[in-house]
């Protein structure tokens, strides 16, 4: 019999039939002439967007810019159901410390509902960090708290998916509540966990919106928003006591009320076989089971009816046509099939099915290797393949990882692991044999991008430096290339410097320090076999370590000379603000560009300034002339940072302020070279006022002469509004800190 079925199946499965005449419609969500939509939102009556299309103020959706809002709070709308449930976004409080045990960032979030419940069945009360003590306090007729704590020693002891207490900690929340505090604090300030968790951070969440991974123990964004469910429903009343009121009522006909469990209200749903929006009038209609087949249990025909359906047999079967009552059963007098045939043909499928399904993963499984093949081949393999085998202390460095490993290391790469954007790619935190690295993915796959990653494994692999970022390898079968370095722990210099709860926390003897080291790898970078220029030196590609050693990265864009060229002409790239004008104007590459790009970020470190800024007056929006113009007007000690004002030797922060603009000298070969800048910064660091003499390096005249006649255009308005389209995004990389 079940073979019967079976052929049964094939031969009538495809023909599921609906009534003639049956009513076809498209739903409204919302009342009529009322916004239905925004962004992605659907906005479905009791809620909408002004007044005489929601209920009342209560289910209003602010629409700003295509984002929606609850009411006229900051939390964005993700989804409103029919059933009660309202998906949106939740903040992070967060508590941060550094390597001293002292507090440097402090954030308590709160949110007050006043209408609807937190839902207490569909999310979790969330805290992650290895020194963690979270709590959420708020009313449900009553004052209430709860919460949980989160400790470990090691990343050996944490387990990814698992919020247990180690590593991550997770409790329920009490039914009713509409308001909420929370906030987190620390046992022992992060001390001896501070390499891989320095902050705490908690939080509400969805039940599975949110899956725990050790990577976010060391920075989980503090801007990150995870989804959070509401309750709501209709009014304050219980189903009997709101069909008192029919006028008010709003569970309309073909509908179904029921009460809401989680506070007071009531909602409403469509009947069985209607479908629709059913807090409108005739917003539910008739369902077509027929149309879809998981909505019937017809083995056979079905045919739809008005808020139903039913099944039946093509001619030559009996039954009901049911998948849970007797189906359709063939006829005994069309039973002339014998059995052996018939299950010569039953096994003839199956065996056909088989070599189908085996041939198609064959198929897939060739096709995959020789993706994985072209792509090694796209992607600079057999190059680099060559460099490998050819250099033993290459061998030792770098590693071929396959692409499951550098997925296992990110979650798949998941967004909340990105810890970095620039020109020439996206930067991911992930986990390799229990150690942090940053997994670097190209954005493209044109040829002109596969030079690049060829060229940027073949730079790093020549750089033995302490203030260097360290290549550690490279995957090559995937459809773009990936690196993988070394993970520098304490973000970059740019956000040291200009992000807020950051600024000023810098001395000025580590500025210095950091100014010294970044200057010593790039005149180490300068003075290799082959010369290489980094093209795209900013305060971005500077990295911290948790001594606020400074690691040069990002060599997306660096180019490798020979001894004895002295120039190379080549398309300008780099950071608005940060490049040579020289270069900028004559397309001419040297190793001079490094060096006026190193001299904005002196200024940087000495005025705490940003390197394109609006706030100033048109002719000073560029920190280089806006420095330069102090310098020539003896108000150096006006644009300082405070910090570096106070903690300064006023003849030192003299000597580096002449060391910058000397970097800043328009024609590159006046410039003074990275190994004169290292040099001058090592005196200026160990500084004896009595013994230490200058080391002049070309005539100061000309520091804001123009080349040419044209190259003070090059920080004018006129300029600056014609380049503003093809360097937005690098002046949005600049205030961002991406990389």
Request: charged content about 20%; proline content about 3%.
């Amino acid at each position: 019999m079940a073979v019967h079925d079976f052929i049964l199946k094939i031969f009538i499965g495809g023909f599921i039939f609906s009534a003639l005449g049956v009513k076809v419609t498209t739903a409204h969500h919302a009342l009529p002439g009322c916004q239905e939509t925004c962004g992605n939102l659907s906005i479905p009556y009791p809620f909408g967007t002004r007044e005489g299309c929601y209920l009342n103020d209560l289910y209003l959706i602010s629409c700003n810019n295509s984002k929606p809002y609850l009411r006229h709070g900051d939390a964005g709308v993700l989804d409103i159901s029919y059933d009660g449930q309202l998906r949106m976004n939740s903040k992070v409080a967060y508590d941060c410390y550094d390597k001293s045990g002292n507090q440097t960032l402090h954030y308590q979030h709160k949110l007050g509902l006043l209408s609807f419940s937190i839902s207490s069945k569909r999310n979790k009360f969330t805290a992650i960090g290895c020194d963690t003590n979270a709590m959420i306090q708020g009313s449900i007729g009553q004052r209430y708290m709860t919460g949980c704590m989160s400790l470990c020693e090691s990343l050996k002891d944490v387990k990814n998916g698992s919020c247990s207490g180690i590593g991550c900690c997770q409790t329920s929340i009490p039914e009713g509540v509409r308001d909420y505090f929370i906030n987190t604090d620390s046992f022992f300030s992060h001390e001896g966990i501070y390499a891989f968790s320095r902050c705490s951070y908690a939080f509400v969440v969805e039940e599975d919106g949110y899956n725990f991974s050790s990577t976010d123990l060391y920075k989980l964004r503090k801007e990150s928003q995870f989804p959070l469910v509401l309750d709501w429903a209709v009014g304050n009343s219980s189903c009997l006591e709101a069909k008192t009121n029919a006028s008010s009522f709003l569970c309309h006909e073909n509908t179904v009320c029921y009460d809401s469990d989680n506070g007071p209200g009531y909602l409403c749903k469509c009947s069985e076989g209607y479908t629709g929006n059913p807090y409108l009038e005739d917003g539910c209609e008739d369902l077509d089971e027929c149309h879809d087949a998981s909505l019937n249990l017809c083995t056979g025909i079905c045919i739809n009816g008005v808020g139903n359906y039913t099944c039946s047999c093509p001619k030559g079967y009996n039954g009901d046509g049911k998948r849970n009552g007797t189906g359709c059963i063939l006829e005994k007098r069309n039973q002339s099939v014998t059995p052996v045939l018939t299950a010569g043909i039953g096994a003839g499928l199956v065996g056909m099915l088989v070599f189908l399904l085996v041939s198609y993963w064959g198929v897939r499984q060739r096709k995959s290797m020789k993706l994985k093949e072209n792509f090694f081949k796209q992607n600079g393999g057999i190059m680099l393949q060559q460099l490998l085998y050819k250099s033993e202390s290459i061998v030792e460095r770098a590693k071929i990882y396959t692409e499951e490993e550098l997925k296992k290391a990110t979650n798949n790469f998941n967004e909340s692991n990105v810890i970095g954007q620039g020109g020439y790619g996206t930067v991911y935190k992930g986990v390799l044999a229990n150690t942090f690295v940053a997994i670097k993915k190209s954005k493209v796959v044109d040829r002109s991008q596969i030079d690049q990653f060829v060229n940027e494994v073949i730079i790093l692999s020549q750089i033995k430096h302490p203030n260097v970022v360290k290549l550690l390898g490279c995957c090559l079968e995937t459809p773009v290339p990936l690196l993988v370095y070394q993970f520098v722990t304490n973000d970059t210099l740019f956000h040291h410097i200009h992000d807020e709860g950051c600024a000023s926390s810098i001395p000025w003897d580590m500025r210095l320090r950091i100014a010294t080291e970044t200057a010593a790898a790039l005149a180490h970078m300068h003075s290799a076999p082959m010369h290489i220029i980094h093209r795209d030196v900013k305060s971005a590609n500077i990295l911290l370590d948790d001594e606020y050693t400074a690691k040069v990265s990002d060599f997306g864009v660096s180019r490798l000379f020979s001894l004895e060229e002295t120039h190379l002409a080549t398309l300008v790239q780099g950071t608005f603000g940060y490049i040579d004008p020289e270069y900028f104007h004559s397309g001419l590459l040297t190793q001079k560009s490094d060096v006026y790009s190193f001299g904005v970020v002196l200024v940087e470190l000495l005025t705490g300034a940003h390197v394109v800024s609006f706030d100033r007056e048109e002719k000073d929006r560029n920190l280089g002339m806006y420095f330069l113009s102090a310098m020539e007007d003896d108000r150096l000690h006006k644009i300082l940072e405070p910090r570096v004002r106070k903690e300064g030797h006023a003849e030192q922060l003299r000597g580096v302020a002449e060391l910058a603009k000397k970097c800043l000298r328009i024609k590159g070969d006046k410039r003074p070279t990275m190994k004169e800048v290292k040099e001058e910064l090592a005196k200026l660091r160990e500084f004896e006022i009595e013994n230490y003499s200058w080391v002049e390096i070309g005539p100061n005249v000309e520091d804001r002469e123009p080349l040419i006649g044209e190259v003070m255009g090059f920080y004018d308005n006129n300029v600056v509004s014609d380049l503003d389209s093809m360097k937005k995004q690098e002046i949005l990389q600049i205030y961002s800190g991406g990389r």
